[in-house]
């Protein structure tokens, strides 16, 4: 068969056409797998795109949430004495001598221990339930055990919990005064901090001189309800009133305040 010179010219076009198709999907086809790698990187940067703009919209609310926890908590922790406040012996001291003062009480000291933390206990029930055989023999149906573990529900939850701990600081506070000047010195602490508790009340005579002027062969005024300082001379130029030392232990209560936290 003889190929004339225009099939020559026409078998070059083709082959080179080839060739050029050959060396373009060469170069195209990397491309069209990065084009698809591409694709299902935009469709995961989309989704998380989506997660993201979810989550800023939802920081509003979380902030508005971490502000009333903030504020609730701050509220809540009133109750208790600031920290730096019953560390400072000046603060506890001008407010010992006002009840000191108004109650007609000598203040002799006040002594400041260390604060520590401590666990606070919870007041509850100690259950001792004696009857749980014979109940256990008659309860048929489980309703008798169902009535009692219902009727002490919160002593159990309660002696179950566990205890949280607080700051305590103990101050030992020693006046002198007549029955009815202690005992007002007494009341006049409830108005101290709402986070106290009277731990002790070491009085050192009760009778507050009865005694030593019986045994002076002295006289001196039993009025339980006086506020004056009565005082009688005894053999030896030694004095008797009617007053007596009063130890008395209280414990405050103190938590950190919290810091506003940062939302901005």
């Known amino acids: 068969m003889k190929i004339t010179y225009r099939d020559k010219i026409v078998a070059a076009v083709l082959i080179a056409l080839a060739i050029l198709l050959i060396g373009l999907f060469a170069l195209v086809r990397p491309k069209i797998k990065d084009i698809k790698a591409d694709r299902e990187t935009l469709k995961n940067l989309k989704v998380q795109e989506k997660d993201i703009k979810e989550q800023i919209a939802e920081i509003p609310g ?42 007609k009480v000598k203040l002799k000291s006040v002594e400041l221990e260390s604060s520590k933390l401590a666990p606070i206990d919870y007041y509850y029930d100690t259950l001792d339930d004696a009857l749980a055989d014979m109940r256990k023999a008659a309860d048929v149906n489980g309703d008798l055990q169902q009535s009692y573990d219902n009727e ?13 701990s607080i700051v305590q600081t103990n101050y030992g506070v020693t006046v002198n005064g007549t029955r009815k000047n202690i005992f007002n010195y007494l009341q006049k602490l409830k108005e101290f901090e709402n986070a106290e508790n009277v731990v002790s009340v070491q009085i050192t005579d009760y009778t507050f001189g009865q005694d030593a002027a019986k045994t002076a062969g002295a006289s001196l005024p039993d009025d339980k309800e006086t506020e004056d300082v009565v005082k009688v001379t ?29 939302t901005d």
Not at 70 to 96: A, C, E, G
Not at 234 to 261: C, F, H, Q, R, W
């Open 62 to 103: 979380i902030k508005t949430d971490i502000e009333e926890t903030y504020n609730n908590t701050n509220s809540d922790s009133k109750v208790f004495i600031p920290l730096d406040r019953v560390l400072d012996t000046t603060y506890v001291d001008q407010y010992m001598q006002s009840f000191a003062d108004d109650t």
């Open 234 to 262: 005894v053999e030896g130029n030694n004095e008797i009133s009617n007053t007596s030392d009063a130890t008395i232990v209280i414990t405050l209560y103190s938590v950190y305040n919290m810091e506003k936290p940062n």
């Open 152 to 164: 002490h529900a919160e002593s159990n939850s309660l002696s179950q919990r566990a205890k949280e």
